[in-house]
């Protein structure tokens, strides 16, 4: 496959979204129920709130000559805050390709100690690179409870 990997900008808001809602839709009914499904794609509707959640971090873009492939983000404290991957290029290499580069920047920039909240379908590749479970949480979203992962690599 041939990828190119560049940082999001504003103008790549709308099509992230996109991609985020429908990976969410297509993959989270194995692991959730239809309620928590619904609330965890509706996050992207808002464009300003998920614009922020992705241009605060240093968001990695895969692309291809089809467009965008998926996306991975991280913060200056080591928070990586994302990884998504279209639902329809899921176990291609294009998680662990952008994983790759969250680690590169997290050692051009002297992070110490990466961490994430994972879900139940991001948690493997998680683990694939090294990070390991040190706590689950349970969070609320209007009313609809989820578990999460904490997970961290040092």
């Known amino acids: 496959m041939n990828m190119n990997i560049r940082i999001a900008e504003q103008s790549d808001i709308s099509a ?3 991609l985020y809602q429908t990976t969410v839709l ?5 692991h959730y129920s239809p309620e928590q499904t619904q609330m965890w794609a509706s996050f992207a509707s808002d464009r300003d709130t998920f614009g922020q959640f992705i241009l605060k971090a240093t968001t990695f873009i895969a692309t291809d000559e089809m467009g965008i492939l998926g996306f991975a983000g991280i913060t200056e404290d080591g928070h990586v805050t994302s990884a998504y991957v279209r639902s329809n290029c899921i176990r291609q290499g294009i998680g662990s ?3 790759q580069k969250i680690l590169e920047y997290a050692h051009r920039h002297e992070i110490r100690r990466l961490y994430a909240e994972a879900s139940e379908f991001s948690l493997g590749l998680f683990q694939k690179f090294g990070f390991h479970i040190y706590d689950t949480e349970i969070v609320d979203r209007q009313g609809v409870k989820f578990r999460r992962y ?3 690599r040092s």
């Open 16 to 18: 992230l979204a996109e």
């Open 26 to 30: 297509a993959i989270a009914p194995g």
């Open 97 to 99: 390709t952008l994983m």
């Open 150 to 152: 904490l997970v961290e």
